[in-house]
């Protein structure tokens, strides 16, 4: 008697992730106005739905994570002589890519644009494949049941133990293949807690009044932290979505939770529209109009940078300083301080010189490819030269406004000791320069702002220029 053939499901059981949900994240990215034709192709079926995007996006096959158990599951099959088939959902074209890649299946059974291989479709597609044999069908979801009441074993691919129970009421379980348990931690990894350090420059708008600081002022800057906090994580998951295939290239960014398959591309999704809902009704409730006006432009901005934006080079630097700027501005508009003319241009050279250098960073790490680097930011090697001197001189302008506007006699009539406010600007100057060392030698690995926050350095700069300002009253 012939070995019992093994079909494998695509989608959460070879891979850790649903390629459709990839796809259409990919569509989004490279044409956002794909979105007004999602609702007309759905219309003719969901079959349809996956060949107009797969004839529309292409995705890198060789990135996808798969999982490595049911692999190696599907190779000691074919070495046992059994015949393998790769039984999707997903659209042919893309089944096709995956079997080709991994040379592991002996066919395919997909959709093809008129019928969608799912549930009982996909029981009756492998029994006429099987030409009534028993079979043995390996899966992930509630949905294979429908396969395994046809099946003469089952492979399932789940912690979940009721679906392990459910399948063995069906038929037999020829194994239970454990994927790893994705902990909290993951989706707090997701979030990006740590760019919340981004955030705190809410709180700059306060350091001239230090010494009047009331508690509605502070209250008032700790929630704007906490709306644009929660609006920056929504956005970051969104990012990572968009940018899955050029995350998976990356030597670090591979590891990240979406990238690595650990969270699900809706799950993802979810996330992001509940984070930037909370955000806004916390805004709504509890802050000025004009700081909700303010957190509506970043969101958008940030997302215009996410979509397109940071594929223009020079167009992205600008952009990431605006944003900084507005986390400056939100601050002001949340505690009633005043946005003047030196407080912005001060915000624009400064974060303009510290977006310059993460990209000095990335144009100059080991082992980048020039091909990834026009695609996903539109500079090339040869950029770096001009990076650096555009970022070195942003900085040094910040620091010749900041000496300026030490000089303004309306800000001078703050305070009573205005001498000690000369003390700022070695530090400052010291730590623009400290900032820039750090990048070319290529170990300023992270958003500068992130890095500044973590580093003892620049956190005892912070201090310096405290303690001057509280002298100086």
Known sequence: MAPRPLYVDLDGTLIATDSLHESLFKLVHASPRALLSLP???????????????????????????????????RRAREAGRRTVLATASDSRVARRVADHLGLFDAVLASDGERNVKGAGKLAAIQADAGG????????????????????????????????????????????????????????????????????????????????????????????FLAFGLMASGIYVLNDLLDLESDRRHHRKRRRPFASGDIQPAAGLAMSATLGVA??????ALLPLAFVGVLLVYAALTTAYSVFLKRRAVVDVFSLAALYTLRVAAGTQATGQPLSFWILSFSLFIFLSLALAKRYVELTQAGVEISQLQRDRGYVPSDAIFVLCTGVAAGQMSVLLLSLYLQDQQMLARYENPTWLWVLVPVFLFWTVRIWLKAIRGVLNDDPVVFAARDWVSRLAVAIGAVALWMAH
């Open 40 to 74: 007309l192709w759905l219309l003719r079926g969901r079959a349809a739905l996956k060949r107009e995007v797969a004839l529309r996006t292409t995705i890198d096959v060789s990135t996808l994570p798969y999982r490595p158990e049911v692999l190696e599951f599907v």
């Open 133 to 224: 044999e028993a079979f043995s069908y390996a899966g992930d979801h509630a949905v294979d049941l429908k396969v395994w009441r046809g099946a003469g074993a089952a492979v399932v691919v789940s912690r979940s133990r009721a679906l392990a129970r459910r399948a063995a009421e069906l038929t037999e379980v020829e194994a239970v293949i454990k994927p790893n348990r994705v902990g909290l931690g993951r989706y707090l990894y997701g979030l990006r807690l740590h760019q919340w350090l981004k955030n705190l420059l809410v709180f700059l708008p306060l350091m001239p009044v230090l010494h009047h600081l009331s508690e509605e002022l502070v209250v008032n800057a700790a929630l704007a």
């Open 279 to 284: 955000s806004l009704a916390l805004s709504i």
